[in-house]
């Protein structure tokens, strides 16, 4: 279906002689054979296939004007970024200053005069090269994720896969803006525009590097703007392979850039006055200090931010199957998965089965290397974090929970794993509402069992959150099934499984959760402004 839209992409093309649209096609092309593998000429030290431990990165992470940047602003010192697998250094990370944020911004500002003006069709190309060109790399882009990231081969393959997906979606989206026309009195009528905002700030969270990178750009750029993305310092690696292959797929120098960077970086974008809108995916203390900031300049927010989603399951279940999906609800990355639903209420007849066969299932899960095609469950992704989620284990048998399995630090048997940050995942049940592992958003391989006996019992407690990100129901009553989502307090509801997240839905949270989707074709709302144009078809009526 991609192939087939490309085709008709590239005979458009053609058809209209459109001069830059060819001759960026040319270069990508041409860039494509001379690269056959981005790694293999940027960042492998030995063989093409890399197993943990071997990786090391040397060149900028740095990204604008068409290639990668040496900074000129360094004020601070450089930080280290670890591979979570075996806890080695990976690479050091230079900040981006303000000096270099700015010649980041001016570069898009550039890219954006040249691509807002193209037609949708034009961008749909460009970005259906840009994907065809992750299908391509999808191997060594996954490989360097779970480098960085520490998440298994197996999940860092289906977020290339989502990523490629996004931007195939959104690029079938670029052809499709359109306007109102509204008719008024005397044959005068107006219409509407779909016009873009101009430099937009992706600002990403450590889980999903490579993917939130395509989640925020896509959207941004199918809809006419240009894009500043920011990674995660301790994940800063795979947003500049995106930002090559933009590139090489033909996109003008500026329109995806990306600068390193912790907090001073992101607020220096966040604060620029070029900047006409931020897209954030993090904390929700952060997003509150994001929105802040962009308010300043009146600039819009988008904020993915973080959930303590409840799934529910009901006596009615299949209940081999809602073990399977309180499994896919917690366990996906590590448990560090924004929708996670962590807090699982069993309805009590069925408790002791459920908990017997989750406890068997979870301690099934095969933990190890994660570049292993068998391993299920890698490293999480840094030492503090590990120990932050290991302290909640902790916290929550203080307050009276019991650990069915997991919750401890595990050392995989091959030697040159032995310093990474992995533990068992963990199922903990007896847990009450009131409970610090309840309330708080752990984001790592922690279940909550709590047990209720009514619906609207179960409802009530499920909607005790300031969060509202996601929600999953499982029961086989269809009737019971919608009513329980329609008042369920979240954004992204699964029935019957969860987080499933196709790029043609919306997804993003109620409440604390945050504002803004990101998928879906509402999303072109949140990357564009709307222009109403009055037009007069007779003589001005003027009171004066
Ligand atoms: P975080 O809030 O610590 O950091 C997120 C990003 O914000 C990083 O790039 C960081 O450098 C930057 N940042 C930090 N302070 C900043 C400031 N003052 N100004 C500008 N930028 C700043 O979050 P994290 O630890 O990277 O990610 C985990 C959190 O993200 C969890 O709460 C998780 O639920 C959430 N998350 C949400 C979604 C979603 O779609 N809703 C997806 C993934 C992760």
């Known amino acids: 279906m991609a192939g087939l839209l490309r085709n008709l992409l590239l005979q458009t093309c053609s058809r209209r002689g459109s001069k830059f649209s060819v001759r960026h096609l040319k270069m990508a092309l041409l860039s494509s054979l001379r690269t056959p593998g981005l790694c293999g000429a940027l960042y492998y030290t030995g063989t093409r296939s890399i197993s943990s431990g071997t990786l090391h990165i040397k060149d900028s992470l740095n990204f604008w004007s068409g290639g990668r940047v040496s900074l000129k602003d360094v004020k601070t010192k450089s930080e280290p970024v670890y591979e979570p697998a075996t806890g080695r250094v990976l690479c050091q990370l230079q900040a981006c200053g303000a000096a270099d944020v700015d010649a980041a911004v001016r570069s898009a500002s550039a890219a954006f005069t040249v691509w807002s003006k193209l037609?949708?069709?034009?961008?749909?190309?460009?970005?259906?090269?840009?994907?065809?060109?992750?299908?391509?790399?999808?191997?060594?882009?996954?490989?360097?994720?779970?480098?960085?990231?520490?998440?298994?081969?197996?999940?860092?393959?289906?977020?290339?896969?989502?990523?490629?997906?996004?931007?195939?979606?959104?690029?079938?989206?670029?052809?499709?803006?359109?306007?109102?026309?509204?008719?008024?009195?005397?044959?005068?009528?107006?219409?509407?525009?779909?016009?873009?905002?101009?430099?937009?700030?992706?600002?990403?969270?450590?889980?999903?590097?490579?993917?939130?990178?395509?989640?925020?750009?896509?959207?941004?750029?199918?809809?006419?703007?240009?894009?500043?993305?920011?990674?995660?310092?301790?994940?800063?690696?795979?947003?500049?392979?995106?930002?090559?292959?933009?590139?090489?797929?033909?996109?003008p120098e500026g329109l995806f850039s990306v600068v390193q960077g912790g907090q001073e970086t992101g607020s220096l974008l966040c604060h620029h006055p070029s900047v006409a809108k931020v897209s954030f995916t993090g904390s929700v203390p952060t997003g509150k200090k994001i929105m802040e900031m962009a308010s300043r300049g009146v600039k819009p927010v988008t904020l993915e931010l973080g959930g303590k989603s409840p799934l529910i399951i009901f006596e009615d279940t299949d209940l081999e199957n809602a073990v399977r999906g309180a499994l896919m609800a917690n366990f996906l990355s590590q448990g560090q998965v924004c929708s996670n639903g962590t807090r699982v209420f069993v309805q009590s007849s069925v408790l002791p089965p459920f908990l017997k066969e989750v406890a068997r299932r979870t301690k099934a899960i095969q933990i190890g290397d994660p570049l292993l095609d068998e391993t299920r469950m890698g490293a999480l992704v840094s030492k503090p974090h590990l120990e932050k989620v290991l302290g909640y284990v902790k916290q929550a048998k203080k307050e009276g929970a019991r650990v069915l399995c997991g919750g401890e630090p595990f050392i995989p048997a091959d030697p040159k794993l032995k310093d990474g940050y992995y533990m068992t995942p963990c199922v903990l049940d007896g847990c009450t509402d009131d409970m610090t592992c309840v309330r708080e958003e752990i984001f790592g391989p922690v279940m909550s069992v709590l047990s209720f006996d009514t619906e609207d019992e179960v409802l009530r407690r499920a909607n005790d959150s300031a969060l509202g990100l996601a929600a999953g129901v499982f029961t086989k009553d269809v009737k019971r099934a919608h009513r329980v989502i329609q008042n369920l307090q979240a954004g992204s509801c699964f029935i019957n499984n969860y987080n499933i997240t196709p790029v043609e839905v919306p997804f993003g949270g109620y409440k604390a959760s945050g504002i803004g989707r990101e998928n879906g074709q509402v999303t072109i709302e949140f990357y564009t402004q709307l222009k109403t144009v009055v037009v007069e078809m007779g003589d001005v009526d003027s009171l004066f």
């Not at 959104?170 to 008024?184: E, I, K, N, R």
């Not at 107006?190 to 395509?214: D, H, S």
């Open 119 to 251: 037609a949708g069709m034009e961008r749909a190309r460009v970005m259906l090269e840009a994907a065809r060109l992750i299908g391509k790399r999808r191997e060594e882009i996954a490989e360097i994720e779970v480098v960085n990231n520490g998440k298994s081969i197996t999940e860092a393959r289906l977020d290339v896969d989502s990523a490629r997906l996004c931007i195939e979606y959104f690029a079938g989206q670029a052809t499709t803006l359109s306007g109102q026309h509204v008719q008024l009195p005397g044959g005068s009528f107006a219409y509407t525009r779909r016009e873009p905002l101009g430099v937009c700030v992706g600002i990403g969270a450590w889980n999903y590097p490579f993917q939130i990178a395509a989640w925020k750009s896509a959207p941004a750029i199918a809809c006419g703007n240009s894009m500043v993305f920011k990674p995660s310092p301790v994940t800063p690696v795979t947003a500049v392979l995106l930002a090559e292959i933009y590139s090489q797929a033909g996109a």
